[in-house]
């Protein structure tokens, strides 16, 4: 898995880094078919002081590509809001993928 954390207007610290590399451990766990993990943090400039804060991650699975954003005041928790997110996706894309449909009992006899 390739993980890239990136800042945009604000200098990502390693305090940070660890942080949404911890953060994102939980998704992992989920769902282990994860190729590609990109993280933008930001901070915007001309926006009101709530939601100036931004978390995005775009994460490419096997399969599709799965993208979460969030704003709040401050950065740890629109991280975790953006986890919480990614996590929710996660699960749904794992559960899409595997199969639910079960053999009927005439065809298990025959075998």
Known sequence: MNLTISGHHLEVTPALRGYVTQKLDRVMRHFDQVVDVRVLLSVEK??????RQRA????????????????NEDLYAAVD????ILDRKVVRHKDRLQDHHHASAKRELLN
């Open 81 to 84: 809001e953006l986890v919480d």
């Open 46 to 51: 001309q926006k009101e002081k709530e939601g």
């Open 56 to 71: 995005e991650c775009n994460i490419h699975v096997k399969g599709s590509d799965l993208f979460a954003e969030c704003a």
